[in-house]
């Protein structure tokens, strides 16, 4: 059974960097038949993808955060990772990982892990 | 870019009811919407795919319909364990990029 589990930490202060990593198991991360993807979700609120990858390493980033987001893979980690930049209070949420199918849906997903942003 | 709307926001409902969601695209997307459901403090749970395909192991009360830009979600009869909320989301076939709606919330009448 796939299992993500996302990692990092939950404060984070403003103007820094967030950065958060997703262990894959169960499953090889090198498959073309998937992509892996950030989203995330304020308190209350409803669900913002972020961006997503493939193993190759092509990125895929939602618009309104291109300019600070950064999202890697590491096959011999079987591991993917985001970088956000300049957080503010606004980037407080639930992060979660997931995996997405070719050409399709997001099928399995992480818990989700809440990162404040609080001096 | 394409925008997601679902109604209504919030749906009150009891056990037994038949419920419809519905979601609209500002654009066509064919068929590649996927409706998940989200429970309190838990990830979201894929329910449809592809519009219509219900994900193994998911309830058979569990339905979806549409194509082009509207579509809906239909549970047949309500459960207890079926209050939640639910977000449709349009993805497509050439690229891992995606929206979502912004939730209906069904809660007990």
């Known amino acids: 059974q796939l299992q993500l589990q996302e990692s990092g930490p939950g404060l984070v202060k403003p103007s820094e960097t967030l950065s958060l990593t997703c262990t894959v198991s169960?499953?090889?991360?090198?498959?073309?038949?998937?992509?892996w993807g950030w989203i995330r979700q304020p308190p209350g609120k409803g669900l913002e993808w972020i961006g997503s990858?493939?193993?190759?390493?092509?990125?895929y980033y939602n618009p309104s955060l291109k300019s600070r987001v950064t999202i890697s893979v590491d096959t011999s980690k079987n591991q993917f990772s985001l970088k956000l930049s300049s957080v503010t209070a606004a980037d407080t949420a639930v992060y979660y990982c997931?995996?997405?199918?070719?050409?399709?849906?997001?099928?399995?997903w992480g818990q989700g892990t809440l990162v404040t942003v609080s001096s | 870019d394409i925008q997601m709307t679902q109604s209504p926001s919030t749906l009150s409902a009891s056990v037994g009811d038949r419920v419809t969601i519905t979601c609209r695209a500002s654009?066509?997307?064919?068929?590649?919407l996927a409706w998940y459901q989200q429970k309190p403090g838990k990830a979201p749970k894929l329910l449809i795919y592809?519009?219509?395909s219900l994900e193994s192991g998911v309830p058979s009360r569990f339905s979806g319909s549409g194509s082009g830009t509207e579509f809906t979600l239909t549970i047949s009869s309500l459960q207890p364990d079926d209050f939640a909320t639910y977000y449709c989301?349009?993805?497509?076939?050439?690229?891992?990029?995606?929206?979502f709606g912004p939730g209906t919330k069904v809660d007990i009448k």
């Open positions: 997931a995996r997405g199918i070719r050409g399709s849906n997001l099928d399995y």
């Open positions: 169960g499953g090889s991360i090198s498959s073309s038949s998937y992509y």
């Open positions: 990858i493939y193993y190759s390493g092509s990125t």
């Open positions: 654009q066509s997307i064919s068929s590649w």
């Open positions: 592809k519009a219509s």
């Open positions: 989301q349009q993805y497509n076939s050439y690229s891992p990029s995606f929206t």
